[in-house]
């Protein structure tokens, strides 16, 4: 079992729709998660982090941890064809510390079609 | 406002060929990582430096050698390139105090024939 997976789609969606992406993990010791965008040919752009249970808001994006499930997602409302890119989930066991032992899943392609 | 500077952003060797991958970061970051990623496999860890004067193995090390040359600059070094070698590698920074986002560089495309 990968330790954090995600569908690697492609998930399209309609411009305006709210594109919902997924991310399940398997260390339960794991404290912080961090979702980053990646367009094509470039490098990963942190988006969002979370580090308790419950929903984070921040713009068009909700980050949402359910720890007791292992399980992140991703929410983008009023989804742009910007938008388009492929979506890294991160996960990191340590609360501090030096080294962040972050491991990244495969990533989802996220198509918004005009 | 440089962040995390790689060089070359390309680069093509011969099987056996040796070469150094270039990284410094301009954001007093103590942390700093090498990443390669490859298709269907994500990013998946070199090596890392976790402060100024030490560096230890990630999930990947075989074939590679790094060098954190002072608090700003962290390389990585293939001796002898190999084909399974060919992907993008990514240098990353943080500020090494935990729980804080990695800043990637532009990345280094790498084929080996």
């Known amino acids: 079992q990968k330790e954090v997976e995600q569908n690697s789609g492609p998930l399209s969606v309609p411009e305006g729709a709210i594109a919902s992406l997924n991310c399940t993990y398997s260390?339960?010791?794991?404290?912080?998660f961090f979702w980053y965008r990646q367009y094509s040919g470039k490098s990963p752009e942190l988006i969002m982090s979370i580090y308790s249970n419950g929903d984070k808001e921040d713009g068009r994006f909700t980050a949402q941890l359910n720890k007791a499930s292992q399980y992140v997602s991703l929410l983008i409302r009023d989804s742009q064809p910007s938008d388009s890119a492929t979506y890294l989930c991160?996960?990191?066991?340590?609360?501090?510390?030096?080294?962040?032992?972050?491991?990244f899943g495969t990533g989802t392609k996220l198509q918004v079609i005009p | 406002n440089a962040g995390v500077t790689q060089t070359p952003k390309f680069q093509v060797l011969k099987t056996g060929q040796s070469m150094t991958l270039q990284c410094a970061q301009d954001m007093n970051h103590n942390s700093m990582y090498w990443y390669r990623q490859d298709p269907g496999m994500g990013l998946r860890l070199i090596y890392y430096?976790?402060?100024?004067?030490?560096?230890d193995k990630g999930e990947v090390p075989n074939g590679y050698n790094v060098s954190r040359l002072n608090k700003r600059e962290f390389s990585l070094r293939l001796e002898s390139a190999a084909p399974s070698q060919t992907s993008v590698y990514f240098c990353a920074s943080s500020s090494g105090q935990g729980n804080e986002k990695l800043f990637f560089g532009s990345g280094t495309q790498l084929s080996v024939l």
């Open positions: 260390d339960r010791v794991s404290q912080s």
């Open positions: 430096s976790a402060s100024e004067g030490t560096t």
């Open positions: 991160a996960v990191n066991p340590f609360v501090s510390g030096g080294y962040q032992k972050v491991t």
